[in-house]
């Protein structure tokens, strides 16, 4: 069975395995005791320190791990923050970054922090001028991921570190999706990662704090870890983590390129899921993006029916979508760029992913979607039509608060020319479908307002707009959730 999310979690690297094996018979000693089965876990504890450092690009005396990659980000923001609380208790931060990030920002809020958030383009990306401008004289730390988790779109980072240091501001960096394709682009101050992501076993972290970089631990400490990691560690985890990294490396640098065989697999799936699958929206940056991962959304698709049927299929993905949710909200890396939400599945591919796996999922993927928009009574004239890649200008995107021209009755129909649309109650990607019903029945210039509380319709409405040439007009406030008014162009 195809397992397509290695972007959640790897698989087990083979050397992991038997670097673990081989780690629970040496390296389960205590490695601060002085007897010999200490002293040898504290050589396999130093040897594991210099290859992840080295793999890194930093000093062995600058790294320690963590029991998490979420550990890693939240000790690193919280001792960056305490260290320099003298200059301001402002954070800064990409509106596109991994929870762990805001969920750390959100405790530092909670304890009289002030936060500030630094937008995305249409593909997820930040301009580092904006994070420049961003800057003030009592911005403590800013945090800026080097890949998207969702959609796989690199980050400026370097050019980030740079408005960074002229300011006198520690970056911090969550690397954990790009740290297996290679080190990140130096003049970062923080970085942490998870080894996990790169097939290392779960429960292993490391953060990286560069020398001159202020630093106050929080909570308790004791002498491990240069006092910033308390408590006995994972060492076997820690041994098998390190080798994983280092052999991922040592491929890399020797062997075939695994990144370069990966992209082009994904290529195809960029390429062939719009021409194969009828309104599609392919999301991220085409270019500057991970090698091994790409995302895409479909229209009029219940994104946890199609993950369900793609897993009936052999195939294991994730999505992003609201329709997978228990909160009913889409992602807010989606919400961010301001992309179509129904419908959506990562795929990223793990080391090794045969090529005849990504071709069988373009054979199985059109079938799939079929069956799911079929169940839904979508008709066979809006699903059939011209898909495309999401814009990357951010210019192309549609403004969340543009106001309609003119306030939309209450219910029922209005002139000849206007249609209210009761969709309240319904959600992704109902309100879209019954949209795209609908819009026939006003004439060219016509108006549609989709009455929705489906906080989805926020992105999906102005998608399905510029996908099937249609005029977005903006929404307004409602008795209940929003109205969104569409005029009819085709």
Known sequence: MPYFDAAATAPLHPVAREALLAALDEGWADPARLYREGRRARLLLDAAREAAAE????????????????????????????????????????????????????????????????????????????????????????????????????????????????????????????????????????????????????????????????????????????????????????????????????????????????RRLVDRIRVRVPELVPDVEVVGDPVRRLPHLVTFSCLYVDGESLLHELDRAGFSVSSGSSCTSSTLTPSHVLRAMGVLSEGNVRISLPYGTPEEAVDRFLSVLPEVVRSVRERLGVPAGPAAGAARQAPESPAAAVPETATPEAAPPEAGTGSPGELVLDALGKRCPLPVIELAKVIGEVPVGGTVTVLADDEAARLDIPAWCAMRDHEYLGERAAERGAAYLVRRRV
């Not at 790169?198 to 630093?215: E, H, I, N, S, Y």
């Open 55 to 262: 793999a890194v690009g930093c000093r062995p005396d600058e790294l320690v791990f963590t029991p998490s990659g979420t550990y890693a980000v939240h000790s690193g923001i919280s001792g960056a923050l305490a260290a320099r609380r003298r200059v301001g208790r402002r954070l800064l931060h990409s509106a596109v970054e991994h929870s762990s990030v805001l969920h750390a920002a959100a405790r530092h809020e909670a304890a009289g922090g002030t936060l500030s958030e630094v937008p995305v383009d249409r593909t997820g990306r930040v301009a580092a001028e904006d994070v420049a401008a961003a800057l003030r004289p009592d911005t403590a730390l800013v945090c800026l991921q080097s890949a998207n988790h969702e959609v796989g779109t690199e980050q400026p980072v370097e050019a980030v570190a740079a408005r960074c240091r002229e300011a006198g501001v520690p970056l911090l960096v969550d690397a954990a999706q790009s740290l297996p394709w290679g080190p990140v682009p130096g003049g970062w101050s923080l970085l942490a990662a998870s080894a996990h992501k790169w097939g290392g076993p779960p429960g292993v972290g490391l953060l990286a704090v560069r020398k001159g970089t202020r630093f106050s631990p929080q909570g308790p400490q004791d002498e491990r870890e240069s006092g910033r990691v308390p408590g006995f560690g994972n060492l076997p985890a820690v041994i098998a983590a390190a080798a994983s990294l280092r052999a991922l490396r040592a491929a890399a640098e020797s062997g075939p390129d695994e990144a370069a065989r990966l």
